[in-house]
Structure formats: structure tokens, C-alpha cells
């Protein structure tokens, strides 16, 4: 079914001048290239609710992070602290660990490129499953991103791979 317009979480097909399937990956992100581009991320803070962990979640956790498309292992770099999952209130300011049904804010380092954006500002690219041991153990949503610093260096190479 061919349409005029897409909204924002609608699973859509289109081709691209000068661009091949083969080229197209799990986890590319379109966008427009003059409003707010779409960018890879070097790290995200995120609101986590553990759900379904069998021991200790604590700073150097590395699952893999399913958002829109992409399956990306991101590390757990430093549990900043418990919230309340219903009131958002502060409990513990960094706690050594968390265990299931806790909630916390941590800061998260991609292994590879990937492209999140802040739920806030566009919640299909700002929501996540965590998955571990076979199973989601947890879900977020992202509330800072850092982006990747452009580099400099890169003198449009056609052979890097900076899919995002």
C-alpha cells in the first residue's frame, strides 16, 4: 500500500537514490539531513526498571539494549541512583548494585554505533528492552544523550562503517 505521509512510529518502506539494501542494516536510522540529523551516541543516561534478574545488576553490567531495531551490548558504566519507581523520588544516591524490582538512573556506554534519542523528545528512538540470560530483564527510557563527536580526520571514507 503506497502512502503520502508517515507518522513517527509507523513501519514504512522506501527506496533511496545511489543507496543499495546492501547497504541497509538492522538499526539505520532515516531522518532529515537538514532538521536535527540523526547521530550515533558515545554514551546515554537512562531510567532502568529491573524486572526479571536473577542476581546483582551493578556498575560493568554489558547486556545487549534492543530500541526501535538495532541489538546493541551496552555497559552499565556507573549506576548513578535508586529512584521510586512510582514517585521518581531519590532513595539511594549510587547504590553498589540494583536486584528485580528496583529502579535506577545509570549511565550507559554503547559498544557499538548506535542511534537513541531522549524519550521526551522522540519516544520511539528513547524506549529499550534489556536483555540477558535469554530474556528481557529490564526496560528504560532515555532521558540525556551525549552524541558522538564528528571526527575531524574523516575525509568522507566510503569504507567506515559508522552505520547508526
Excluded at 547504590?95 to 519516544?123: H, L, M
Aim: proline residues 7%.
Amino acid at each position: 500500500e503506497q502512502v503520502k505521509e508517515a507518522s513517527p512510529g509507523d513501519n514504512v518502506g522506501f527506496s533511496v537514490k545511489n543507496v543499495s539494501v546492501k547497504q541497509l542494516r538492522r538499526g539505520n536510522v532515516a531522518s532529515d539531513a537538514d532538521d536535527r540529523p540523526a547521530t550515533g551516541v558515545s554514551s546515554f543516561r537512562a531510567q532502568v526498571m529491573v524486572m526479571n534478574h536473577p542476581g546483582e545488576i551493578s556498575d560493568g553490567y554489558c547486556p545487549v539494549i534492543d530500541c526501535h531495531t538495532a541489538h546493541v551490548a551496552c555497559s552499565f558504566e556507573h549506576i548513578i541512583d535508586k529512584i521510586d519507581r512510582r514517585t521518581g523520588e531519590v532513595l539511594e544516591e549510587e547504590p553498589e548494585f540494583v536486584v528485580t524490582g528496583e529502579c535506577c538512573t545509570v549511565d550507559c556506554v554503547p559498544q557499538r554505533p548506535f542511534c537513541v534519542e531522549t524519550y521526551d523528545e522522540f519516544p520511539p528512538l528513547g524506549r529499550f528492552a534489556v536483555r540477558d540470560l535469554r530474556q528481557t530483564v529490564a526496560v528504560g527510557i532515555i532521558k540525556e544523550v551525549t552524541p558522538v563527536e564528528p571526527d575531524d580526520d574523516n575525509d568522507d571514507d566510503s569504507d567506515s562503517d559508522d552505520s547508526y
